[in-house]
């Protein structure tokens, strides 16, 4: 058997086993009460401070820098590309729970939770016989809208030019995107704030 034929051979032998694995990880049978973003994060459950049920419960309670028991482990999600993880994180940073209050930082964790997640993952294929290799792109799971309270915080922050800046676009863009999946608070601040964009919301 020549190298090129036992080269291809390796490469559409392993291939279909990379797809399986990506096509069944964890991220599609997650609790809906973690919204991933990608994988389940399993190394971040020694660090949830509710057990072993994976329920998310951030204690809110904690004010400055006092111990905050969820930190860690809201932390770790959030490192992991856990959409309700970052959203907690920001939260955190957003009222100084259990951490110095910070703006930037909830800005740019809150963001995060509020991006979509198009559901694409990509798999390298090596090149044969000296050619380049290339990136396949390939629907891994199904595509999931950012959370709306994250969306409806990032618009109050885009608002006030707390850790970003003031920008009325940016404002209208996440209380229409939070309002769309029926978030009550973003669609009275859209009506408040921009009527014609929350008439545009009914109309369509």
């Known amino acids: 058997m020549s190298y090129l034929k036992f080269t291809g051979f390796i490469v559409l032998g392993v291939l279909p086993l990379i797809l399986s694995g990506l096509f069944t990880s964890e991220s599609a049978k997650a609790d809906v009460s973690t919204f991933l973003f990608g994988n389940h994060p399993k190394k971040c459950e020694k660090l949830n401070p509710n057990g072993p049920d994976f329920k998310l419960r951030p204690d809110l309670t904690v004010k400055n820098t006092e111990f905050n028991p969820a930190f860690e482990y809201v932390e770790c999600l959030a490192k992991n590309r856990d959409r309700m993880g970052s959203y907690w994180l920001g939260m955190f940073y957003l009222n100084g729970n259990g951490v110095e209050q ?48 994250a969306r409806y915080q990032t618009a109050l922050l885009h608002n006030e ?20 999946q029926g978030h009550q608070k973003a669609s009275e601040m859209l009506q408040e704030l921009y009527p014609e964009a929350y008439e545009d919301l009914m109309n369509e």
């Open 102 to 149: 910070n703006y930037k930082k909830a800005a740019k964790h809150l963001k995060r939770a509020a991006r979509p997640d198009s559901g694409t993952e990509s798999v390298y294929i090596p090149g044969i016989g000296g050619s380049s290799g290339y990136a396949m792109s390939f629907q891994a799971r199904q595509r999931t809208d950012g959370l709306s309270d």
């Open 161 to 180: 030019g707390l850790g970003v800046k003031k920008k009325e676009k940016h404002v209208r863009q996440y209380l229409t995107l939070a309002a769309r």
